[in-house]
């Protein structure tokens, strides 16, 4: 038998097939194809896949996405949907709800926070070795916890969330708005004019800002930052080992561990643990 695991966000969509032959995967553009059309094509190419693992960036509670601020929705009941067409089980849980499980797993920490930047920003938090869920599945969204009025909309809708600041398409956001053909790659950034160096700051102080957030109110023994951002800019791990101090609670500091993913795809190994989840 076979099965699929999915990792899909705002700018990839990563597919991994797990037989006992082994495993292999794919990387496609999100916005070439819907989720549900990628299942249908991996169905057809693989017809004895017996079970799915997703891991979506976006809001999904009991197997429906809710909202999905980054990425177009082509089928809302997701699960419903496969059991319909395919008669198999499938599991779907928020991308970071993923990569919580798979970190706690590779520090082995039953007191764990997560922290992603990469086309958003999200977070999740292992508490007592159980996942803080909310009572739909929503806790912990600190992308679009509310931080500062802008010029700019969100994809939520709105024009104050912190995921404007600290995050890829917020950066590509501010940099389309003061016109600049600049890739949001920070360290460049901030040896340009004002305005890309505005952008560069301003991430800088969001990102701590979220992290300090996320820190004081969750109380985690170890903070995990990873994704596409942090990958490319491993300097923040430093950053936030100096400046946290300044945006968070001290006493939760003093028992604080940071460290940096060390996963290729912590959400893709954490949609590889749904199977067997029932938190
Ligand atoms: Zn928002």
Known sequence: ??????????????????????????????????????????????????????????QVNKGVIAASPNINIDQYDIVAEIKSRYGIRSCIDNDLNCAVRAEASYWKSDSI???????????????????????????????????????LHCGCGRSNCIELYASGSGMEKWLKYYGSEKPPYLESLKTSNTDEHTVATQFEEAFLYAAGVLVTLANPEILVIGGGVIDQNPYLVTLLREKLKDYALAPALEVLRIEMSVLENAPLEGAKLLEDDNG
Do not use: C
């Open 1 to 58: 038998m076979k099965k699929l695991f999915i990792d899909i966000g705002g700018t990839h969509l990563r597919g991994e097939i797990v037989s006992e032959e082994g495993s292999f995967r794919d990387t496609i553009s999100s916005h070439e194809m819907g989720l549900l059309t990628y299942i249908d094509t991996q169905m057809a190419l693989h017809p004895q896949i017996d079970f799915i693992g997703i891991s979506y960036a976006g």
């Open 113 to 151: 926070a997560a922290l992603f930047v990469g086309t958003g920003i999200g977070a999740a938090v292992i508490d007592e070795g159980k996942l803080v869920r909310g009572s739909h599945n929503m806790a912990y969204e600190i992308g679009h916890i509310p931080y500062r009025e802008s010029p």
